[in-house]
């Protein structure tokens, strides 16, 4: 067994440093696209520059008898593709696939000076990102690569979310996590067929008023990811690295998709999947914080001062942990504001009109 000491070491020699810190780049939304439907490959060069990952899935929605044609196309399109500040991801196939050990191969030596991030699909443990690492990083040497191609685990399976704090510190390259509702619910038989989202028989009822049972009780559908969404905020922060929400199957419901990707948004998710062009559009705006939000983060941090003591604003009570709270915020609004020229302005003009009424 390598010393804890070695953690920091490349795995191969001749393979790029490993990271200590995973950089915070705009990750609001994932776009999934398929590189061997040529309608959606012919899209992938304006997408790119409307969202902050692009990501050429070659895992499930790609069809069997399509697996080659869409490592091929993914080939194509990144040589082809300036992909500015957008970053370019990859979803190969499951590791006890047949294609993995070509995706893996093909990717890392052609295009490895292009690709951002390896999602590695049904992770179980952290065996199954030693695995990956070892391997890109003799690959990485093979394609003499200056830079380390970081890897994100896709949280699908009751193992996986039972092991999810080892799968989040199992190695330098380990860049974030999603929540794959599909192949969770499967692994863990729970009764849903939905890609993501609540379901109505999943809910809370109101207590009777008196004898009667049936009347008058209110019921309120509950969140069927809030446990696992917590715990994978929880294990990536406290490893130095990215929680996501992953996809939102019912394409048509953009209410419910803007209320999931809400709900992740706010127990600390950086961003969600989309699937389809309309969904860009829904990640973008929520995991944005609202200008009014950013312009009170900004003046409480002002009246803040060194961060320390309390200070009333509006009424309500402030002082270091709030005070860190809004620099939550307030860094990633700066973040997002570095990339989004439209964005900058919004939160400027709303910090110039809270400030001028102090
Ligand atoms: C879901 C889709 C199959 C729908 O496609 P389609 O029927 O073609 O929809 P539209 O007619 O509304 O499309 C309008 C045009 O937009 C193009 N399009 C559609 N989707 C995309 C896209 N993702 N990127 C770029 N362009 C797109 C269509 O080609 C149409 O073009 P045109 O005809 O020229 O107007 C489709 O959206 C799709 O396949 N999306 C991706 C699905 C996917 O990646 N699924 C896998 C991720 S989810 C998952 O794996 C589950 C997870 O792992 C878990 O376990 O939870
Ligand atoms: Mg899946």
Not at 103 to 114: N, Q, R
Not at 146 to 154: K, S, T
Not at 169 to 184: H, K, N
């Amino acid at each position: 067994m390598r010393s804890p000491k070695d953690f920091f070491k490349p795995l191969a020699i001749g393979a790029p440093q490993p990271v200590r810190e995973i950089p915070f780049r705009p990750s609001r939304m994932i776009h999934f696209f398929d590189p061997s439907n040529p309608k959606m490959a012919a899209k992938v060069p304006d997408i790119a520059k409307g969202v902050d990952i692009i990501l050429g899935n070659l895992e499930d929605a790609i069809q069997a008898d399509r697996k080659v044609a869409a490592r091929q196309g993914l080939v194509d399109i990144a040589k082809a593709t300036d992909f500015g500040a957008t970053q370019l991801w990859t979803r190969i196939n499951s590791l006890d696939s047949p294609w993995v050990l070509d995706d893996l191969t093909t990717l890392v030596t052609e295009i490895g000076d292009k690709l951002d991030v390896i999602m590695v699909p049904k992770v179980e443990g952290p065996e199954d990102i030693h695995y990956v690492d070892r391997l890109i990083a003799q690959l990485e040497a093979r394609a003499k690569l200056e830079r380390p191609i970081l890897v994100h685990a896709l949280l699908e399976t009751a193992s996986g979310v039972r092991r999810v704090e080892e799968i989040a510190a199992a190695s330098p390259r380990m860049q974030g996590i999603s929540l794959g509702p599909a192949d969770l619910a499967a692994s863990r038989r729970m009764k849903t067929t939905r890609v993501g989202g609540g379901h109505p028989g999943y809910l809370v009822r109101t207590d009777p008023v008196g004898d009667d049972l049936s009347e008058g009780r209110q019921t309120y559908q509950q969140d069927l990811w809030h446990y696992t969404v917590s715990r994978m905020v929880d294990a990536c922060v406290s490893n130095g690295i990215l929680p996501f929400y992953g996809p939102f199957g019912d394409i048509r419901d953009t209410v419910a998709c803007e209320d999931q990707f809400r709900n992740a948004y706010l127990l600390g998710c950086v961003g969600a999947w989309s699937l389809h062009p309309v969904q860009i559009a829904i990640a973008k705006k929520v995991f944005s914080p609202e200008p009014s939000e950013v312009a009170w983060a900004r003046r409480v941090i002002k009246a803040m001062g060194d961060g320390t003591g309390a200070v009333m604003i509006d009424g309500k009570m402030q002082d270091d942990a709030t005070y860190k709270q809004c620099l939550v915020v307030a860094e990633l609004a700066d973040a997002l504001a570095d990339r989004d020229p439209e964005l900058a302005s919004a939160y400027d003009k709303a910090t110039e009109e809270a400030l001028a009424n102090d």
